[in-house]
């Protein structure tokens, strides 16, 4: 069954951060995926930019889009990045959740994927 890990961070972490200590804690992140490709739980997982990536927002009411560049001042967290796993059930996703580097720093949202009619 997939589930989804997203890591939330806190808007500014990755500013505060002295260089090393943001190397130390990707190599960590990719030592720990290394292990989830290992066990073969791991179907995807990248790092996402952090705002000054360039995001932007798409919304299409009536027929016309709007396009809004960021930042966005007003997000309380920043999606640092995603884990795709296949496992077998909801709590075997959140105990791989607690093994993840970045609960340290961050928070792991554990999410489901399914149809988005139910």
Do not use: H
């Amino acid at each position: 069954m997939p589930y989804m890990l997203l890591i939330l961070e806190p808007p500014g972490q990755r500013e505060a951060r002295a260089a090393a200590e943001g190397e130390a804690a990707y190599a960590q992140m990719t030592r720990w995926a290394g292990s989830l490709r290992d066990r073969g739980v791991l179907l995807d997982g990248e790092s996402l930019a952090s705002r000054d990536g360039s995001p932007a927002r798409v919304r299409v009411r009536g027929g016309q889009a709007e396009v809004l560049d960021g930042p966005f001042t007003e997000a309380k967290e920043l999606i640092g990045g995603y884990f795709l796993l296949d496992v077998a059930t909801r709590e075997q996703a959140i105990e791989l959740a607690r093994e993840c580097p970045a609960a340290e720093w961050a928070a792991v949202e554990v999410r489901r994927l399914g149809p988005c009619f139910t």
